[in-house]
């Protein structure tokens, strides 16, 4: 049994595939965002830890909490040896990001045996 719209059976399918297509380019764009989002937080994170940190990289939740996005940057200190991490939290309001203190990545079992 067809469903109608008004009595129009092909006006009711063309209803559906443009609701389905609709869906299909939130779901893409989204998918997109939190690319985007997770690239911005890298950035800000990476740039926020170049005071204390050589090189520094940092690896990102893709989607962090409802509110915060959650990286951690490792790399080498400056002027020291060894490698250290900060917890860095970005608020999605401001767009702000903070690093917590010094971790000493060695300390957290994270790095492969040498």
Not at 4 to 28: S, Y
Request: proline share 4%.
């Amino acid at each position: 049994m067809w469903l109608t719209v008004k009595g129009h059976p092909i006006l009711h399918l063309v209803v559906v595939a443009a609701a389905l297509g609709a869906a299909g380019d939130v779901a893409a764009s989204s998918g997109d965002a939190w690319k985007d989002f997770a690239t911005e937080v890298q950035g800000k994170c990476e740039m926020a830890a170049r005071a204390q940190v050589e090189l520094p990289h940092a690896v990102v939740d893709p989607f962090g909490s409802e509110n915060f996005g959650v990286a951690l940057v490792t790399g080498k200190p400056k002027g020291a040896n060894g490698f250290v991490s900060y917890f860095c939290i970005y608020d999605k309001k401001t767009k702000e990001v903070e690093l917590g203190t010094e971790l000493e990545t060695e300390r957290m079992h994270i790095l492969p045996e040498e």
